[in-house]
């Protein structure tokens, strides 16, 4: 099992505020990545990393920017938030396990609310 | 891009009783997996499948990889009010940096 933390849990913030979502995990797993999630709808993957020094934008464009400057953390920033950003951020982390069998481990998510 | 069904969004089941979601894409997937998502929480794993017709149990959840590669199937058997949550199945085709696609999931009710 991954250990995968999120923090905040839930943010309502102002338009035009500068935000940092937080996200570490303590396996030392290479890959990571952010997805959003709105009501009723699949899990949309806006960025990942696949170790120190990595990041991609994923299927879904976001406004949103990443770093990954360590193994165990993958902060996600929005520069000035805006409504249309509020959903639910999901970081997840992967383990690779035997022949590539993969799995992803996600945290608990951090509720965004821009009014 | 590719894309997975599934249906319907919503299903309503008497507490005991079995329920079966399936999962479907028009592409052929080489890894099938199937998370709960509990409300105000991040989605868990509860089964992975890696070959065609893989048969896979955890509990009382079994779930089986299609033969065509294009599908695949939840059961639960015994509801119980915690199985409450939404059901997301998630495929990936072969390729070393591939990534998941999810399906937007089913949100499955238990009455008591």
């Known amino acids: 099992e991954a250990d995968i933390y999120q923090t905040p849990r839930y943010l309502v913030i102002g338009t035009g505020k500068k935000i940092t979502l937080e996200c570490s995990q303590t396996?030392?797993?290479?890959?990571m990545y952010w997805y959003q999630q709105d009501p009723g709808m699949e899990l949309h993957l806006i960025h990942y990393s696949y170790g120190v020094n990595s990041t991609e934008k994923g299927d879904l464009s976001s406004e949103s920017t990443v770093s990954r400057i360590r193994t165990e953390h993958f902060p996600l920033t929005l520069e000035s938030a805006r409504p249309s950003h509020t959903s639910q951020y999901l970081c997840?982390?992967?383990?690779?396990?035997?022949?590539?069998?993969?799995?992803?481990?996600f945290g608990s998510g951090t509720q965004l609310s821009v009014l | 891009g590719q894309q997975l069904n599934q249906s319907p969004q919503s299903m309503f089941i008497q507490e005991g009783e079995d329920v079966s979601m399936n999962c479907t894409s028009s592409s052929i997937f080489n890894t099938w997996l199937w998370y709960k998502q509990d409300p105000g929480e991040g989605p868990v794993l509860l089964i992975a499948?890696?070959?065609?017709?893989e048969l896979t149990s955890n509990g009382r959840l079994t779930a089986q990889f299609g033969i065509t590669r294009k599908d695949s199937f939840l059961n639960i058997s015994a509801s119980i009010p915690s199985d409450v949550g939404i059901y997301f199945c998630?495929?990936?085709?072969?390729?070393?940096?591939?990534?998941?696609?999810f399906g937007k999931g089913i949100t499955l009710s238990v009455r008591p």
């Open positions: 499948l890696y070959k065609a017709g």
């Open positions: 997840a982390s992967s383990d690779p396990g035997r022949d590539l069998t993969e799995k992803l481990f």
């Open positions: 396996m030392g797993h290479d890959k």
């Open positions: 998630a495929g990936r085709s072969l390729g070393a940096n591939s990534k998941l696609t």
